[in-house]
């Protein structure tokens, strides 16, 4: 688990040196990450840069808040539909779309007689 310091010092290093905690917030989400899964830390990967791409097209604070939460609910939303109903969100996420192949597609399908 990554330790965070408290409120107060962050907020000083936002005041004072936002590069600085920028490089802390990018280390600790990388110590985070690293300690999962093969398959969670590409979820959480993949997430992460959603979400750095949400925050770039955010005018404002404000709007960075929203994004931010939006993501969030979206998230909680599909973790409470995975506990409430697991046998379905199973079978969702591992659906696949079956797709009629015919022969080598180097090939033509009926080849012609000579």
């Known amino acids: 688990m990554v330790k965070l310091p408290d409120f107060d010092t962050m907020m000083q290093l936002h005041k004072d040196a936002p590069e600085a905690l920028e490089r802390h917030h990018q280390g600790w989400i990388s110590k985070l990450v690293s300690n999962e899964s093969k398959d969670t830390k590409?979820?959480?990967?993949?997430?992460?840069?959603?979400?750095e791409m949400e925050l770039?097209?955010?005018?404002?604070?404000?709007?960075?808040?929203?994004?931010?939460?939006?993501i969030t609910q979206e998230?909680?939303?599909?973790?409470?539909y995975c506990l409430t109903n697991p046998l379905e969100a199973i079978?969702?996420?591992?659906?696949?779309?079956?797709?009629?192949?015919?022969?080598?597609?180097?090939?033509?399908?009926?080849?012609?007689?000579n």
Do not use: C, M, W
């Open 75 to 80: 998230e909680f939303t599909e973790l409470n």
């Open 42 to 51: 590409r979820r959480l990967q993949g997430l992460q840069f959603r979400i």
């Open 56 to 70: 770039r097209l955010a005018k404002n604070p404000t709007a960075r808040f929203l994004k931010i939460f939006g």
């Open 91 to 113: 079978v969702e996420t591992h659906k696949a779309d079956i797709v009629k192949l015919y022969g080598n597609p180097y090939q033509p399908s009926h080849p012609s007689k």
